[in-house]
């Protein structure tokens, strides 16, 4: 019968048959005995409920009105002198809180009563876990009747026939405030009577009846029409310039469909979003609650109250952000002294409020906002316990030596600690808070990372996860979305404040773990490419072969990059959408795409981007859609080539010294600041792919012809370029990093070496690439380095293709990096797959939608066999008439595939770029000798022997 004290964790429940005695007439008014070891307990209560969730679950539906049950236990009773009944007191809708409140009466001895106020309620699963209550009768409150007071004529009847007597009526959750009036009232016990039962529920007449006793009240209006929506609004703004309101139900609980709105028609949005709704205590919104924003911050005034006398058990500190497109989500609160002069201030007003609403007896839950020129102004209060699901009992237990649910009870039993608390001060022996953990994604829990992190804090007390392994968690837009909840105490406050934000700082990456991220459950699933374009149309391939469906986005109108698909690539999608990137408001463009993803009808898994063209649209759409994503901050610098540099730099990685110019003085200067005469520097594109218009300049001369042939020209990605990068040039070797981050955990998949010469009058054209194993020195720093440039760039998740410029001097330098896997149409797909087991392609898929898989890779590869890719170059121009050097690559010992990007017929012109190569081979041997002598015999044929021109 302890309480557990563990956070929230919903009971699992059973029922339990009736057995009728004998000698009870059957037509009896629905009261059915029972008898021997059966017990109902918060264990049996709902038929098949799971109670895995804090969530608006229905419970079973009771074939009868009220039920008793009589249990067999040991235990001590406290019996009435008088009648020699057991005493008993009665809790209206035990739930939340309320639990707790039952725990402790029968703690105390006394038998519990329970009744249900709403047939069939939402909310009976909103139990914690760890407490268990055997209540010694049941009673269903008919609430579904059209005569209110024949139903409470029942319900009272059904409490007199049973066998003890009733020394106390309390609600236990804000549901049960109103019957638990009405019943009290008509019992004769301690009561606030039914006066004024209406306005401690409802909202709007709560905050009307405290402006009538002439107590601050906050501007609001009872809506039910968009009429009366824009009245108020009209009437705000002849108060304030700018507009802000809150938009919620007149009747919930917690930030259930609590709406910020600065503007009309956000208003209007939330009116409609609340309106004739279920709210969060399953309520139908009849109407709907306009209120003024109020500026400040947000307390909780506890008080429990005694024949008009109002006494402080604690206030509490809320802290509430604007997280998950949510303005107002719990993310925790703190018990703060009540001796500072704002703590008077508070006490003051809320025994006004209590006053003003006739809360006379009982416990009391205020949240009132305090602004330090205006002062204090209520929110709203509950005539009941604080509710929380009890999480914060433990922390005020620790900190103050008693509790709110300890008081009410005493209050209620004529016990003697209310005697002994001071009104107006409570002592606050150490710093304590309860923190509402948030989820920032929606997605299948597939661990908590962050539990043992938190279990190792200084001020740790205790922990509870709500959501569950396997299950769905939404993103926390309200208290019954959290995932769970954490309890704080210690004797420093700067302590307790360290370990609060670090346990925030966990959510973001590090607090769960989800298999798939996403905003609904996943069933069926979609994975959404943007720009399936190079190595992004084999994304597509296997997405469709992994049984997932797809929808494709392309980011840009007629886009001039969709030819770029490797022809061994073949699917079907689910979807085309066209992104409009020709509509001046981007932001409407991305909202109509999100629109038309949405209504492809499947929950989407993952947003990647297939091409280097659609890495910016993919962050953005993946950030606001709500799968795994990198966020939008950093969005430009992961595209744009001279922010990037910038944002490594600032992070203290080291990076290559550039200037971006935008006219010839800019270009002048940037040379003349090179440290060597004459000075050596590449001019190339700011925002492009591969080597496209890449130049090496060792005069002022040719940099400003390079300059003048970039700036303003479209590029290879069909961008114009505005301006030009101007960067130092780099000596060394030039290698790339692939690689695939989940949550942040960086994993490198490929390591290969650049081999790019100077021809054709071009400075940087590929002639292939090698795979290096990951093991060796520089490429161990390699990997280092990456890891630092990645973290610096936030690409959390997702591939990674990366250009570094290895110095044995100097060491690693970013070349340039790209948010999306290695590009080249995917040719070098089938070389790493041979030769180390997998590719980066097969990694971002398994780090989006198979993350055991990806826990599986080792940290960098091991090659099973070497491998390259020669990339063909054409030194000549002409019309291809036949190709004979493919007859002897094909011999080479190490020949694995060709890929021809001509055929006779065909005008070919010397390769000056990836653009413009015609065609690349893959090799494979076990011999690394064997492979380079096949790679330089490709070499010799492409002089003399691999294409006929005419």
């Known amino acids: 019968e302890d309480i557990v004290n563990e956070g929230f964790k919903p009971l699992k429940k059973t029922a339990t048959e009736p057995v009728q005695l004998q000698g009870k007439p059957s037509s009896s008014r629905g009261l059915s005995f029972f008898k021997g070891e059966d017990r109902e307990n918060s264990q049996s209560l709902w038929q098949e409920s799971q109670w895995s969730k804090l969530e608006k679950s229905r419970g079973k539906l009771y074939d009868r009105s009220n039920s008793f049950f009589e249990v067999g236990r040991s235990r001590t009773n406290t019996i009435d002198v008088n009648s020699g009944k057991p005493q008993a007191v009665v809790v209206v809708d035990p739930f939340s809180t309320g639990a707790h409140l039952a725990s402790e009466i029968v703690k105390l001895g006394f038998k519990c009563v329970r009744v249900l106020s709403i047939w069939d309620s939402p909310v009976a699963a909103l139990v914690q876990e760890g407490v268990v209550v055997e209540f010694d009768a049941t009673i269903q409150h008919n609430d579904t009747v059209n005569d209110k007071e024949q139903a409470l004529e029942q319900t009272i009847q059904s409490l007199k026939s049973l066998p003890f007597t009733i020394i106390a009526l309390i609600p236990g959750a804000e549901t049960g405030v109103e019957l638990a009036d009405q019943l009290s009232s008509r019992l004769g016990l301690r009561s606030n009577g039914e006066q004024s039962s209406l306005p401690r529920r409802n909202k709007y007449l709560m905050g009307e009846k405290v402006r009538a006793s002439g107590v601050r009240a906050v501007k609001q209006r009872q809506c039910t029409s968009l009429s009366d929506v824009r009245e108020f609004v009209d009437d705000l703004l002849t108060i304030h310039d700018v507009l802000k309101c809150v938009v919620k139900p007149v009747q919930s609980a917690g930030t259930d469909d609590v709406f910020l709105c600065q503007t009309y028609e956000e208003a209007e949005v939330a009116f409609k979003r609340i309106y004739k709704k279920v709210n969060g205590l399953g309520l139908i919104n009849e109407s709907v609650l306009v209120q003024e924003f109020l500026y400040g ?69 205020m949240e009132v906002m305090y ?21 914060w009992l433990p922390v005020a237990k620790e900190c103050v030596g008693y509790t709110q649910v300890q008081v009410t009870l005493d209050v209620y039993i004529d016990g003697n600690l209310f005697d002994k608390i001071n009104a107006n001060h409570y002592p606050l022996y150490k710093s304590g808070r309860d923190v509402d953990l948030v989820s920032r994604f929606g997605g299948v829990v597939r661990g908590f990372p962050g539990d043992s992190l938190i279990r190792a804090l200084p001020s740790f007390r205790s922990l509870s996860w709500e959501a569950k392994v396997g299950e769905f968690q939404p993103t926390t837009i309200d208290c019954f979305t959290r995932p769970g909840c954490a309890q704080l105490v210690h004797e420093s406050e700067e302590q307790i404040d360290k370990d609060f934000e670090f346990i925030h700082s966990l959510e973001s990456n590090g607090l769960i773990d989800y298999s798939v991220i996403c905003p609904t459950p996943p069933q069926p699933g979609a994975v959404v490419v943007v720009d399936p374009f190079s190595t992004g149309a084999n994304i597509a391939a296997t997405i469709i072969k992994m049984g997932y469906r797809l929808i494709l986005v392309f980011s840009e109108l007629n886009s001039p990059v969709a030819k770029l698909v490797s022809k061994s690539s073949s699917y079907q999608p689910t979807l085309l959408i066209q992104h409009d990137n020709t509509n001046p408001d981007q932001q409407q463009a991305i909202s109509h795409t999100l629109d038309a993803i949405h209504k492809a009808g499947s929950c989407v898994l993952a947003i990647l981007p297939g091409a280097e063209t659609g890495v910016e649209l993919a962050d953005k759409l993946a950030a606001r859609y709500g799968t795994r994503n990198n966020g939008e901050e950093m969005t430009e610098a992961r595209r744009n080539k001279f922010l990037m540099q910038e944002a490594i730099r600032k992070a203290g990685v080291r990076s290559i010294s550039q200037k971006l110019c935008r006219s010839e003085e800019e270009v002048i200067s940037f040379y003349k600041s090179l440290p060597s005469t004459p000075g050596k520097c590449v001019i190339k594109p700011n925002m492009s792919a591969g080597t496209d218009n890449v130049n090496l300049c060792d005069s002022l001369d040719k940099s400003l012809a390079a300059f003048h042939s970039i700036s303003g020209h479209c590029n290879g990605l069909g961008h114009v370029n505005d301006g030009a990068l101007c960067q130092e040039f780099l000596s060394g070797i030039e290698y790339v990093v692939d690689g695939v981050s989940r949550d942040g955990i960086y994993k490198v998949i490929a390591i290969w070496q650049y081999d790019k010469r100077s021809v054709n009058g071009a400075n940087f054209v590929y002639f292939g690439m090698r795979l290096m194993p990951g093991h060796g020195l520089v490429e161990q720093k390699l990997i280092d380095y990456a890891a630092k440039v990645v973290k610096a760039l936030g690409i959390l998740h997702g591939p990674s293709h990366m250009e570094v410029m290895y110095d044995d001097v100097t060491g690693p330098c970013l070349v340039e990096v790209g948010a999306r896997c290695q590009g080249g149409e995917g040719t070098w797909l089938p070389v790493a797959q041979e030769c180390i087991g997998y590719t980066q392609l097969d990694a971002t898929l398994n780090c989006y939608l198979r993350p055991d898989q990806f826990d599986n890779l080792p940290p960098y590869p091991k090659l099973l066999k070497r491998g390259a890719e020669a990339f063909f170059v054409s030194f000549s121009t002409g019309v291809v008439t036949d190709i004979p050097g493919i007859d002897k690559i094909r011999q080479l010992p190490s020949f694995r595939r060709i890929e021809m990007l001509t055929q006779p017929g065909a005008t070919i012109y010397p390769t000056i770029d990836c653009f413009t190569r015609p065609g690349s081979v893959q090799l494979v041997n076990e011999d690394l000798n064997q492979l380079e002598e096949d790679y330089n015999a490709i070499r010799l044929l492409e002089k003399d022997g691999l294409f006929l021109l005419s």
């Not at 609160?333 to 007896?361: C, G, R, W």
Request: net charge negative; hydrophobic share 35%; charged share 20%.
């Open 371 to 391: 602004n330090p020129k205006t002062g204090p102004c209520l929110v709203e209060v509950g005539a009941r316990c604080q509710g929380g699901e009890g999480t």
């Open 297 to 365: 911050n947000e307390y909780v005034v506890d008080q429990v109250s005694r024949d008009g006398v109002h006494k402080i058990v604690a206030i509490w500190e809320y802290d509430k952000r604007q997280v998950n497109h949510a303005n107002f989500v719990y993310f925790g609160m703190k018990l703060i002294s009540s001796t500072t002069e704002m703590a008077k201030q508070l006490k003051q007003y809320a025994d006004q409020v209590l006053n003003a609403l006739e809360i006379v007896n009982g416990p009391s839950h």
